[in-house]
């Protein structure tokens, strides 16, 4: 006994801090680091035992087997076979088949990175599940939100049309085998520009549709109403046209408005859309409502494929393919739909639910009380007499809060909000609340695994991101797609092959939606959107441009800026506005000018630069609290102070008319081109018929071209941008 016990003793001494900390942990030895010691299994009398045990088969083998046609002599290849090799097999393959062959042997080369994952998953501490009151869980009914144990009932089967037995995207994504030359063509049509083509609707007027692949197909500009022929799943035929009712009303549409039936027809063809005309005061509503039904009519339609081929699986017909039950990602979660404030997450869910209550009877919805407490909104907590802007009004009422993650289970007939995220079909949330749970590098409690089968993003007001932080926008486009960490209880044989190929990010459909056109939005279209089906950027000039909306008689002097790129830019600016402009309102007879500053970072250099220069200036932004706005106010009307710096997300978040002012300088041309003729018509509220000697000068650059045809008009701004002069006069008002 004391020999045995030695031996152990020496044994156990021999293994290192990660070999005795998972034998602690689980009471045996990783399967990694486990090395066979015969004398010591003899003396313990647990040989027997090992060999009486079924073998456990590791995550690299079940992985294995879920593919098909692999022989035994690919899976004895070395992993570390050069690229050079694949092309050479490429070249020699005479048919379809084979390149499917080969295209199978290369993701089977790639599966040892899952070995690691498998190892990461078992030496990882067993988490306890969260409790009952902690944010997204809702543990009572996992069962039953549970694509896994679910079926489809039988009457449903028989009722289900063979014509959605795939959504609409997947009659050429998961419906066909996915083939092994598909993204060797793709990425060499991306080297080259996107093939591009013209359409003017007569409701969304400009469309530039660009497809990085000759092989897809040209797009159509019918404008389908009938529900049966837009494939739309089940309930949502008798619910649509009741949801969508008060849009229709007094008018001769059927089912859709004019903007609904033809943007909803370019979302149908699962391309990406980038649409800039989405106004809080104008079609803002009705956007919403047409994007909640494209993405539950996919959630709906997902999950009733993966129901159905539960039931085929159970009951183990004859013929039954293995590839043909391939029907989900490596997580559950489908849509992703990023929004700015807990109303419009409020709305979005109301309109769901809506889309699901079948005639007279409730839905049945979990957790809708709690709810309905954190994303509402009580009306007596807004101040009486508080007049602002119409679109202010739209766009800040209710609950605007901006930090919020929820997710939603749908299944069958019945919605589950709260939802732990990776039994959710759709999660609702803003930047920051993603943004704090994605996390950064280093961070222990980071989460971003629920990204990774995304199939449908939704930016709704993608331009008040901008007058967040867009930054957060950005790192979540930067953890979109990702293959996780950790196996999150996938069933790799039902996984579909180019989420395994980590090709996701090609078949996603993303949305945009915005008011404005700017770099930044472009850039996000641009750049992180690689949806194989194409694009479609719906861009319309404007025409007028919102110097039309002034109504005071004023001088507007636009002077422009020549930089030789991007990034001096910034310097270029600042160094004309110090040089050049500044020196000419330094004089007491300059006073009240207020200067408007969109950036952030200006605005810090400038009230540095003011400071270093003893200038008699005051100044508000975002940050500013109540009494320090108020003391501002106060010295710029009565002409203490001469100067008054204002950032451009205070006049956002505020929108305050300030009287005093006799001069404004726009250091940088507004991002919301309504926020010019606002900032001018601002000289009337403080009327000491003053108005001769009342100015306006505006910095601009050939960088500002799309916010300079906002406010000029399209035509003007190709003029001033193109013309040898720097200076450019405007008058207006209504003696001009």
Known sequence: GKRRKQRKEDVISSLTKRQKKHLKEFGEQHPFYDQKNESFEDESGRES????????????????????????????????????DDNDERLEAENEEEIDQIHLMRLRRSFPVWIKMEKRWRDRKVVSAPEEGNEFTDLKHESKFSLETNFMDDDEMESRPKSQSCLPKQKNHSCNILKGSWMKRYRQDQKHPKKTSSLKWPVLGQLVISAPLAEV????????????????????????????????????????????KELFNILNSYRDVFYSGRTPTVHGEEIRHVYCLHALNHVLKANAKVLHNNSRKRDQKAGLDEEDLRDQGLTRPKVLIVVPFRESALRVVQILIGLMEVGEKKLDVSNKKRFR????????????????????????????????RIGVAILQKNMRLYAPFYSSDIIIASPLGLRTIIGTDGEKNRDFDFLSSIELLIIDQTD?????????????????????????????????????????????????????????????????????????????VPITGSISHVVVQLPHVFQRLEADNLLSIIDRRFQFFTDKILPQYRDAIMSHTLIYIP??????????YFKKEELNFTHICEYTDKPGISRARQFFLKGERQFL?????????????????????????????????????????W??????????????????????????????????????????LFVTGENS
């Open 49 to 84: 035992e090992a060999e009486s045990e079924p073998e456990q088969v590791n995550m690299y083998h079940r992985l294995l087997a879920t593919l098909k046609n692999v022989s035994d002599e690919e899976e004895d290849e070395s992993e570390e076979e050069e690229d050079d």
């Open 217 to 260: 197909h040209p797009f159509k500009s019918e404008k389908e109403t009938d529900l049966q022929k837009l494939l739309l799943h089940k309930p949502l035929f008798s619910t649509w046209p009741k949801v969508n009712g008060p849009f229709l009303a007094n008018r001769d549409e059927q089912n859709f408005t004019p903007v609904q």
């Open 373 to 404: 407490r954190e994303y509402g909104s009580d009306p007596d907590e807004r101040p009486p007499n508080l007049k602002r802007p119409e679109d202010y009004e739209a766009v800040f009422s209710g609950n605007i809060d901006d930090h919020f």
């Open 464 to 540: 008040i991101f901008l007058m967040q932080n867009w930054e957060h926008v950005l790192h979540l486009m930067a953890h979109l797609n990702l293959q996780p960490t950790e196996s999150h209880g996938v069933d790799f044989s039902r996984v579909r092959m180019w989420n395994l190929s980590n090709w996701a990010q090609y078949y996603r459909q993303t949305l945009l939606f915005s008011s404005l056109q700017e770099p930044q939005i472009n850039s996000l279209f641009n750049k992180h959107c690689f949806n194989y089906s194409g694009q479609v950027a719906i861009r319309n």
């Open 599 to 608: 950036s952030y970072f200006d605005y810090v250099r400038l009230r540095n």
């Open 645 to 685: 710096l204002m950032t451009e997300r205070f006049h956002f978040y505020k929108r305050y008319t300030l009287k005093g002012i006799r001069n404004i300088i726009f250091y940088e041309l507004p991002t919301y081109p309504h926020f010019y003729s606002e900032v001018c018509n601002m000289l009337k509220a």
């Open 687 to 728: 009327n000491r018929e003053e108005e001769a000697t009342w100015t306006c000068t505006v910095l601009y650059s050939k960088y500002d071209a799309q916010r300079l045809a906002a406010v000029v008009g399209a035509e003007r701004a190709a003029q001033m941008l193109q013309s040898k002069k720097n200076v450019h």
